[in-house]
């Protein structure tokens, strides 16, 4: 992110770094629900925002009220954040779909447990996955990125507030619990870059809050300012009222949907290492580091190479670049602690004579080395 200095902060958890970089990020509003294991997020914001003249932190009454402030305060031309976990993010999806539609950018933390209903609050899971996807109803885009530690908690923050920033969207911050809880040693910028369009305001006659010239990377005129805005969750027209126009329709769903197609050149995020092999490892978040060393392990043993993935952005899916990097692999394993939902979306990817294992877990232990190296 082209960070100008650094500072050591030692021990610090996921939960922890991720409240710094809200900090660094400086955002206006923060409101939130208490709930496990996400709680330490919004205490140490509340904490620290009160060195912060001018910015909020306001605890909500419940998760659908978080969403519901986090668009009031977005559509008023301030950054909003929250963070929850399992249940809370069930509350926030008919919020959600107001955020894509209204196209409202604000930033949701997810710090997974297990599920489903009340589940297991203090237990470790993967199982949101498909629920940060298609979660809220209808057709719409989002995006979501993974960590795997407690640098990449800080760093994809930043990284999914300039990503929703640029396409106008809600983008969800997907951890687990052993992610939020785990504490490492670790050095974070000092200074962040946050995007801000460079694009002046049309002129107030000529505005409209849709136009298909500031669908993405655009500056957009917010509440207040004395432009003629009219939000709505129904299908618009450009100047944002509603309409039943079946043409109008189509073209409001496909301005959504070109908000990602449009940028797959640059929405995508991954490590990978050793492709030419025959086996090639495919995972995310926690159960990426058990994957590491379970190559590791597997290597030293056998001397045989094993490729490995790690997708930093899930959503949206990167089947291109997934096709490319596969190419030569015989064999997928995705190891995953839940009962394989990201497991579909790489088997649909590859071809049809390539294998495709799934590992799962979701007894809300950490998936050990030793369970992929049982599939390898």
Known sequence: ?????????????????????????????????????????????????????????????DEIGSICCMNGATAAGLKAMTATSGPGFSLMQEGIGYSVMAELPCIIVNVMRGGPATGTPTRTSQADVMQARYGTHGDHPIVAVCP???????????TAVN??????????????????????????????????PDKPKPP????????????????????????????????????????????????NLDRLRRKIEDNRSWLWDMDYLDL???????????????????????????????????LRMVWPFPVQRLMALLRSARRVIVPEMNQGQLYREVERTVSLNVSVVSVQRYDGEMLTPEEIIDAL
């Not at 795997?148 to 930043?158: A, I, P």
């Not at 911050?173 to 910028?189: A, F, S, T």
């Open 204 to 251: 107030r006659e000529n505005y409209y809050h849709y136009d298909d010239q500031n669908n993405y990377d655009a500056c957009i005129a917010s509440f207040g300012e004395g432009y003629r805005i009219h939000l709505t969750g129904l299908t618009h027209r450009k100047d944002g009222f509603p309409t039943d126009e079946p043409e109008i329709i189509k073209w």
């Open 1 to 61: 992110m082209g960070n100008v200095q650094r500072k050591r902060i030692a021990a610090q958890t996921g939960n922890e770094a991720m409240a710094y970089a809200m900090k660094q990020i400086n955002p206006d509003v923060v409101a939130a629900y208490p709930i496990t294991p996400a709680t330490e997020i919004m205490e140490r914001i509340a904490h620290r925002f009160r060195e912060l003249p001018g910015r909020v932190f306001i605890q909500m009454e």
């Open 148 to 158: 795997w530690s407690v640098r990449e908690c800080f760093d994809l923050t930043v």
């Open 163 to 196: 990503i929703s920033e640029r396409l106008r969207l809600p983008v969800i911050i997907l951890m687990d619990e052993i992610v939020g809880h785990m504490r490492e040693v670790v050095e974070l910028p000092e200074k962040v870059n946050v995007w801000h």
């Open 276 to 310: 030419g092999s025959e086996t090639v490892i495919v995972s995310y978040g926690t159960a990426g580091r058990s994957a590491m060393a379970a190559k590791a392990q597997f290597e030293a043993q056998t001397g045989r190479r094993v490729g490995i993935v790690r």
